[in-house]
């Protein structure tokens, strides 16, 4: 892709949004966000076409904390900074809003005209739209800038999943828009109780607290695949949470290394580059024997537990696996 590398969350500090700024004067917003939107006509030109959708939220400074920050928690919250002279986010409003509802709400989407709340696209450090970011439990994580076709934009937003359900962010987002489906007759099932206290566990950021909890739901059960994944995710953020800054540099030096290859690969799945990781420890099993083949062998599937086993990604990659371990 063209755009920057996918990372990982807190890449912006949106504490100071927490509270709505002050109301702003009417108008194009000053400072760096109203730099010029990308590819935006003069003041006056046509307004971007409709964007809405069942899973598509217009907000302003006074509802970005309820309705970004505050709904991050429960899952990704996917925000559009646009502007209506820019040809680039007409161009875009509509295939975000399609892919939002296609996802049926993964995450939601929530558009902010920087036109009508240049306080907030200042706050943010908004220099051109179209401009995408996603927030997870309150911190940014950068998608892309600028126009992209519907394919780009689907890789990123399978990129954005990855990363929330790693971090246990499994939530779906209540529909919100005019094209929000009818309820369903039959009520969704309850939630499965044995999960309670692995949830909010993850939820209240304790790992030890949720792996113990998958942990014992896995010694009543050693089948329960929804504990098995839980864990490996829970493992996973773990695991990651305080990475050496000198990690690459002694995964590069030495790829005999299996420990530094595994914690490499842990930061790039992380961070959405799942091929990378997948490719990372491959090429490990291949370079290794015996007991440290079958821990590298045994932590790739553990990152296969955590992307999900329908991914053609983990498909193609255990095809891989076989051919490297036969």
């Known amino acids: 892709m063209s755009q920057p590398n996918f990372s990982r969350p807190g890449?912006?500090?949106?504490?100071?949004?927490?509270?709505?700024?002050?109301?702003?004067?009417?108008?194009?917003?000053?400072?760096?966000?109203?730099?010029?939107?990308?590819?935006?006509?003069?003041?006056?030109?046509?307004?971007?076409?409709?964007?809405?959708?069942?899973?598509?939220?217009?907000?302003?400074?006074?509802?970005?904390?309820?309705?970004?920050?505050?709904?991050?928690?429960?899952?990704?919250?996917?925000?559009?900074?646009?502007?209506?002279?820019?040809?680039?986010?007409?161009?875009?409003?509509?295939?975000?809003?399609?892919?939002?509802?296609?996802?049926?709400?993964?995450?939601?989407?929530?558009?902010?005209?920087?036109?009508?709340?240049?306080?907030?696209?200042?706050?943010?450090?908004?220099?051109?739209?179209?401009?995408?970011?996603?927030?997870?439990?309150?911190?940014?994580?950068?998608?892309?800038?600028?126009?992209?076709?519907?394919?780009?934009?689907?890789?990123?937003?399978?990129?954005?999943?990855?990363?929330?359900?790693?971090?246990?962010?499994?939530?779906r987002a209540e529909p919100v828009g005019p094209g929000a489906p009818a309820a369903d007759a039959e009520a969704e099932p309850e939630p499965d109780p044995r999960y309670e206290p692995a949830e909010n566990a993850l939820a209240a950021g304790d790992l030890d607290g949720a792996i113990a909890a998958y942990e014992a739901l896995l010694k009543e059960n050693p089948a329960d695949a929804e504990a098995k994944v839980g864990l490996a995710r829970a493992q996973l953020v773990q695991r990651t949470r305080d990475v050496p800054a000198d990690v690459r540099t002694r995964a590069a030096d030495n790829p005999a290394d299996i420990e530094a290859q595994q914690l490499v690969a842990d930061v790039d799945l992380m961070g959405g580059h799942v091929e990378d990781a997948f490719d990372r420890l491959i090429r490990t099993i291949q370079q290794t024997a015996g007991d440290e083949r079958n821990t590298v062998r045994l932590h790739l599937l553990e990152l296969f537990d955590v992307v999900g086993a329908d991914d053609e990604r983990v498909t193609s990659a255990r095809r891989r696996l076989m051919t490297a371990l036969f």
Do not use: C, M
Request: net charge negative; no cysteine; proline share 10%.
């Open 11 to 171: 890449a912006i500090d949106l504490s100071s949004l927490r509270r709505p700024p002050a109301a702003g004067p009417a108008g194009g917003p000053g400072g760096p966000a109203g730099a010029g939107p990308a590819g935006g006509p003069p003041a006056g030109g046509p307004g971007a076409p409709s964007a809405g959708g069942a899973y598509v939220l217009d907000v302003g400074e006074a509802t970005f904390q309820a309705d970004v920050i505050e709904r991050s928690v429960q899952h990704p919250v996917v925000v559009e900074f646009w502007s209506p002279r820019s040809q680039a986010s007409q161009a875009l409003g509509p295939i975000l809003a399609r892919l939002a509802d296609e996802n049926a709400g993964k995450f939601l989407l929530v558009r902010v005209d920087i036109d009508a709340n240049p306080q907030l696209a200042q706050a943010v450090g908004v220099q051109t739209v179209p401009l995408v970011i996603a927030v997870l439990r309150g911190q940014v994580v950068p998608l892309f800038q600028g126009a992209v076709g519907d394919d780009e934009a689907r890789q990123y937003f399978e990129q954005l999943l990855t990363v929330a359900v790693a971090n246990g962010i499994t939530g």
